[in-house]
């Protein structure tokens, strides 16, 4: 994954880079190889181990906790850093990234009180394995609105296979 975990003295630059404006997003390539597959594209030749980690049920959360409760971001600026500024980075705004009049009504909300254990067991992402494996977080999705309709309930995905909808990009303003 790039970049990649760091240790406690990484984390706290990045901590502060998230503070200040340096950071314009926390955003995540979310990419749910199977530890198999990966190991098995890799036998000959490292390099073709694809890039990346699962983290799109994970990033929330670990921001949240890392960043809200710990005092190193404002929750203003966690919503910027997870909502806002990469729905405008990837050209989505303001249809994306806000809640106004004639956005798309997709709205989280978030229980900050919510403890939740990372794990492959607990998560909803079709992989083997999870780098935050035992992670204890407090702060999480309860309920989650896409284009005004439930689709996770107390934790729960609710919603129909198939549901999503494709949305090209737009040249970033």
Do not use: W
């Not at 990234?97 to 709205?107: C, E, K, R, S």
């Not at 309920?143 to 439930?150: D, E, F, I, K, Q």
């Amino acid at each position: 994954m790039s970049p990649p975990l760091r240790p406690k003295a990484g984390r706290r630059s990045c901590g502060a880079a998230s503070r200040r404006t340096t950071s314009r997003a926390v955003s995540t390539d979310h990419c749910p190889f199977c530890m198999k597959e990966q190991k098995e594209l890799g036998r000959a030749d490292f390099s073709k181990i694809p890039n990346g980690a699962p983290g799109i049920e994970t990033r929330m959360s670990l921001v949240y906790d890392g960043g809200v409760r710990t005092g190193y971001i404002s929750l203003n600026r966690f919503v910027e850093l997870t909502s806002t500024a990469p729905a405008k980075i990837f050209g989505l705004y303001p249809r994306k990234g806000t809640i106004a009049p004639g956005t798309d009504a997709d709205i989280v909300i978030f229980d900050p009180e919510r403890q939740l254990t990372l794990s492959v067991k607990t998560l909803h992402m079709k992989v083997d394995y999870n780098p935050y494996e035992g992670r204890q977080v407090r702060g999480a999705p309860d309920t989650v609105l896409s284009r005004g309709r439930v689709i996770v309930e107390a934790g729960r995905f609710v919603g129909r296979a198939g549901g999503g909808s494709f949305i090209k990009r737009q040249p970033r303003t």
